[in-house]
């Protein structure tokens, strides 16, 4: 098997500074339109953490679908995450990282989709659905 590559220790600092305004553009394209008052009603439906349930006053804002995947940071998008959660899931594909960590995918599919159908009914039609969620349950 061939050494992994790494970047970090071959690229000059300024390749690494390029890179780096590079993904602050690619993220302020994205529209990130989520407030906080949508991020409190989001708590308020999942009441804990949206992958093991766990709960405390830590939760963490978490893209199902990871930036790094197209996801955006918005409040169809956003769940809460106990820490542990979020660093774990980090920029997995959701079903598939609950899978490998023995959660209920089926649960949360299911949480997520009653609660993006809430958001409809409140008069917000349109709102797309998560790419790559029908197809992998
Ligand atoms: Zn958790």
Request: glycine residues 8%; aromatic residues 8%.
């Amino acid at each position: 098997m061939p050494p992994r590559r790494r970047y970090s220790s071959t690229a000059s600092p300024a390749t690494r500074a390029r890179y780096a305004r590079r993904r602050q553009r690619r993220l302020s394209r994205v529209d990130n339109d989520l407030t906080d008052q949508q991020w409190f009603e989001i708590l308020d439906v999942w009441e804990g953490c949206a992958y093991c349930g766990e709960t405390g006053p830590a939760l963490q804002r978490d893209c199902v679908q990871p930036i790094s995947r197209g996801g955006r940071y918005t409040v169809e998008n956003v769940v809460p995450a106990c820490a542990s959660c979020n660093a774990s899931k980090h920029n997995s594909e959701v079903t598939g990282w609950m899978r490998r960590k023995k959660l209920d995918e089926g649960a949360f599919l299911l949480r997520h989709a009653t609660f993006l159908r809430t958001l409809r009914g409140a008069g917000r039609p349109g709102v797309p659905e998560l790419p790559g969620e029908a197809d992998d349950v």
